[in-house]
């Protein structure tokens, strides 16, 4: 949401595309630079503005004047970042704009809407709005269940977002290689909210979730995490997880014994630490529910065939 809890590092805020209406979401550190900042919101629209070079807006969303534009610089980034961190009003909606040129009419989402539709696009509340260009845009880049998510967690450039930020680094493992090749092929960006939950859903309902989800793309950054090959298989498997409330890792019985890539037993990163914050909580959260389900499953399979679980999930 584009307001911070007291004390927070990170924000996750909305942004739409001025021309498309497509919108996403970032993370916005208070340590940010405008450059990163940048090259990742350029990423994330990568389909809507290609090769094209843009800029990036921002606009009072209770404002019907396009004079109150605002271009985002690094000369007021420093500002900017202040202004989101201290709950600043008016609140501004962040926009990308790849006319190569100054944009000379409102956006048409935002000179349509006014009252609490605004306060849904400012990012302030969770509900939904209604818009076929914004709707169908996020949709088909949010679940298309025929893609095959192993090939696109290795090569789309979301994917490569992910990677850069994490470091080319398993977040569990630390599997680490500077070597471009073995980067595509080792390192892949896994989703929290998984593909196969969203192929479930009725394909017309699909960004209303992402949405609530605050996520808006199944393959945003925010969703993704970098984990080498096999972590990536066991995290699918739901053997790995992501304890919420301890902020730890959690490793299944049947995978204890099992070797890394970085030739370590998974045993050794069980309760290790979750050193990353820029996912956020609730969708986190939601992961960490359905691997507990899955676990409680496996362990009543286990009991109704004989087997024992040695007290562990």
Known sequence: RDEAAPGAETLTIPVWHWEHLSRSSIALSKLS?????????????SDEIGSNEFRLYTLPFESDELDEKLRLTSEN???????KFSGKRPRRILYVSNTG??????????????????????GDNS????NNSSGNKRESSAGDSKSNSS????NSKKALCCKRRDKFTCRLCDYYTDCEEAQTKQLEAAHIYEIEELAAIPKEERHKILEAMEIYDINNPLNLITLCEVCHNFFDEQRIGINTESNNWIITASIMNKISQTKRPYK???????GFD????????????????????????SIESGGAMDGKI
């Open 268 to 274: 050794v990163f069980h309760g290790k630490t979750v």
């Open 77 to 83: 980034f420093t500002q900017f970042i202040e202004d």
């Open 33 to 45: 630079s405008y450059h990163l900042f940048e090259a990742q919101v350029g990423e994330l629209f």
């Open 127 to 130: 509900s939904t709005v209604s």
């Open 278 to 301: 820029t996912i956020p909580k609730h969708v986190l959260a939601h992961r960490y529910g359905r691997f507990t389900a899955k676990a409680h499953s496996r362990e009543v399979m």
């Open 151 to 154: 090939t696109l967690s290795r």
């Open 101 to 122: 040129s100054t944009p000379t009419k409102l956006p048409m989402l935002l000179s349509k809407l006014s009252g609490n539709k605004r306060e849904s696009i400012a």
